[in-house]
């Protein structure tokens, strides 16, 4: 079974820039995660869709961060304009919540460097 | 609030030695869920147990251990015989019934020595 799948795996902007993350999560689960991980900090979640549905995006910051999931399979996460405090791993996972099962697999993650 | 602390910052031994990772977490819900993830230096989490608070059996996996004590709200992860590719960053997380969205202590970083 294929797991998590994001792109790019390291990524640097220069402040005020804009950039887009990718997310294919595990073939049939519905929900889908982003987290935020700061460096020597665990990660946070930024937002969770349930199918092309959010979920909660009560972390994300809604004036920069934006995140689609239009055809509840894939999804996207932008940041417009990056910041130097959004350097951290963007991690994506994925979960088969309707089928009963808790636990979250996660994709190997997006480094962001904001210079 | 939900909120998990994991005291340990960084734990260094050497192989073949015990190790154990405490993980303290608060909560308001009587019903919830606890995870231990695995963070190798690749950067992908790795899932190793879910726990939920009604079963306070503790649990072996092999060379990993886990102590849920709900007296304490504490719910320890201990590896036994510890090996090189045990280094890795160690998360606790507490979910809630329901939305299931993960609340992560700061890590542990587990460092084995050959």
């Known amino acids: 079974e294929a797991g998590v799948a994001q792109s790019p795996r390291y990524k640097i902007i220069e402040k005020r820039q804009s950039v887009a993350f990718w997310c294919n999560p595990i073939?049939?689960?519905?929900?889908l995660y982003w987290y935020q991980q700061i460096l020597g900090q665990g990660p946070k979640l930024l937002i969770q869709?349930?199918?092309?549905?959010?979920?909660?995006d009560s972390q994300l910051p809604k004036d920069r961060f934006s995140a689609e999931r239009l055809k509840g399979v894939d999804s996207t996460l932008k940041i417009q304009p990056a910041k130097l405090e959004d350097s951290a791993v963007y991690l994506c996972a994925s979960s088969d919540l309707l089928g009963g099962n808790t636990e979250a697999f996660f994709g190997q993650g997006t480094r962001l460097t904001v210079v | 609030a939900q909120k998990v602390t994991q005291a340990q910052t960084e734990i260094s031994v050497v192989e073949k030695e015990d190790v154990t990772l405490d993980c303290v977490y608060e909560t308001r819900d009587t019903t919830y869920y606890l995870f231990w993830y695995k963070q190798p230096p690749s950067g992908e989490l790795v899932f190793l147990i879910r726990?939920?608070?009604?079963?306070?059996q503790n649990e072996i996996s092999g060379r990993y251990s886990w102590n849920f004590q709900k007296s304490t709200s504490s719910f320890n992860f201990t590896i036994t015989a510890s090996q090189v590719v045990d280094s890795a960053v160690y998360f606790c997380a507490l979910s809630e019934v329901g939305d299931y969205k993960l609340s992560f202590g700061a890590g542990t970083t587990v460092t084995v020595r050959a």
């Open positions: 726990r939920n608070s009604f079963d306070e």
């Open positions: 073939s049939g689960h519905a929900t």
């Open positions: 869709f349930q199918n092309n549905g959010v979920v909660d």
